[in-house]
């Protein structure tokens, strides 16, 4: 396991967070026409810095949270390549470098207006464990966030289970997002249901069809999932984000986002949970209400979230 503090100013104030997870190499193919089979169509192909974990530590660097951001990867020169690049926006790195297997890899097809699907090679992305940590790291932290993709897979999930026994002893919050429904789903709805109630996430990000599916559509939805995190946030794309509160009277409420045409949706909702973290935690700690803090957040997600699907990701740069 090597530490990297050099890309971390230690006069930035502001709270403090610990991101656990993915730091992948994304293959984005982006077709200029629809695929034609058995030949070639013309379109751009691009090798880009991906994981959701590293996307959303990357977001919090560039907002001026101080972040770190926990994960392993191949000891190759795309591992190499990825961690740099996560460094050089202030993130610190505390990286397991795996010997005899490969970074992680994830193909992304990019459709009509931005959508995307995925085709994952996680390699070495899953091969963190309990014993890579350290509890030292979680001392003084406001926040650990995880996606959903760090508490499956082995020795992964347990690592991330691991990081929230030491989050929660240090006093820390922790937000979980959904991630993807595939993974989440495969071992069955009771299966993921335990595992989101074992962390008992403090704040928890999901898109809407992640969250009926993880509860269950129709009029108890709202109920169901503050039954699993106190604060559940929808976000919703292009509609904006519906934030649930729980209390007596719970709260409920859309906050809207300006149209925005998106080259590539990959990466929105991680960069969503950047600026929804970041304005929260500074909010809670200013003592603003329950109500602004959460509105704030939603409007800072949603903007986060826009800016990433302004323009293409920058290529990777290897050497």
Not at 290 to 313: C, D, E, I, K, M
Request: glycine letters at 14%; one cysteine or more.
């Amino acid at each position: 396991m090597t530490t990297d503090r050099s890309g971390r100013p230690g006069a930035r104030r502001g709270p403090t967070v610990i991101v656990l997870g993915d730091l992948t190499l994304d293959v984005v193919l982006a077709p200029g026409r629809p695929l034609e089979r058995g030949t070639d169509v013309p379109g751009r192909v691009r090798i880009c810095q991906g994981g959701s974990a590293a996307n959303t530590a990357r977001w919090l660097g560039r907002l001026g949270v101080r972040t770190s951001l926990i994960c392993s990867v191949g000891r190759d020169p795309a591992g190499r390549a990825l961690v740099d690049a996560v460094r050089s926006d202030r993130v610190m790195t505390r990286v397991r470098r795996v010997p005899g297997r490969p970074t992680g890899r994830i193909g992304v097809f990019v459709g009509p207006g931005g959508e995307r699907s995925f085709v994952a090679d996680r390699g070495a992305a899953d091969e963190l464990s309990p014993e890579d940590l350290r509890a030292r790291w979680f001392a003084r932290v406001d926040l650990l966030h995880l996606p959903a993709y760090s508490l499956l897979g082995e020795p992964l999930g347990l690592a991330g289970r691991a990081a929230v026994r030491h989050a929660r002893a240090a006093g820390a919050l922790v937000s979980l997002d959904l991630a993807s429904v595939g993974p989440l789903l495969a071992g069955g709805r009771e299966a993921a249901l335990g595992l989101v109630r074992e962390v008992r996430p403090d704040l928890l990000f999901a898109t809407a069809s992640e969250l009926h599916a993880l509860v269950g559509a129709g009029g108890r939805t709202a109920e169901r999932a503050l039954g699993l995190a106190p604060l559940v946030v929808v976000k919703r794309g292009a509609a904006g984000a519906t934030v649930l509160a729980a209390g007596s009277p719970g709260t409920r409420f859309d906050v809207a986002t300006r149209p925005v045409a998106a080259v590539d949706t990959t990466g929105a909702g991680d960069a969503f949970d950047a600026g929804f973290v970041a304005e929260w935690l500074v909010s809670r700690a200013a003592g603003r209400s329950t109500a602004v803090a959460h509105r704030r957040a939603a409007v800072a997600g949603n903007r986060v979230a826009a800016r990433q699907v302004r323009s293409p990701r920058p290529e990777l740069p290897f050497g």
